[in-house]
């Protein structure tokens, strides 16, 4: 399954964006969908995960600023990210698993290549 996400930029503190994940496979078979980041010099994070049932679990740093969604029609994943400070500033990935959720990124058996995120002041 190949994951390619979009969406990334630059934006000001403040600011809002909307990240997209395309999926090659139909992302409903998917139990699990998640978005992890990494920021320069520090190890890769959970952001945000979202179930086949739509459930949703989030990071205490983004809940109630980033919400987490899927679209099984259009095979995506999304992330609106919204009053977007500069410690959200980093690349972000998404990865899915067909059978379990992980905390560690490298452990899903599709993940993919990232979408770099700036928050400048």
């Known amino acids: 399954v190949e994951l390619v996400e979009s969406g990334g930029g630059s934006v000001q503190v403040g600011g809002s964006l909307r990240l997209s994940c395309v999926a090659s496979?139909?992302?409903?078979?998917?139990?699990?969908m998640e978005w992890f980041r990494q920021a320069p010099g520090k190890e890769r994070e959970e952001v945000a995960r979202?179930?086949?049932?739509?459930?949703?679990k989030y990071a205490d740093s983004v809940t109630g600023r980033f919400t987490i969604s899927k679209d099984n029609a259009k095979n995506t994943l999304y992330l609106q990210m919204n009053s977007l400070k500069p410690e959200d500033t980093a690349q972000y990935y998404c990865?899915?698993?067909?059978?379990?959720?992980?905390?560690?990124?490298?452990?899903?058996?599709?993940r993919g290549q990232g979408t770099q995120v700036t928050v400048s002041s």
């Open positions: 990865a899915a698993g067909p059978d379990s959720c992980y905390t560690d990124f490298v452990i899903y058996p599709y």
């Open positions: 979202i179930d086949w049932d739509g459930n949703t």
């Open positions: 496979r139909e992302t409903r078979k998917l139990y699990c």
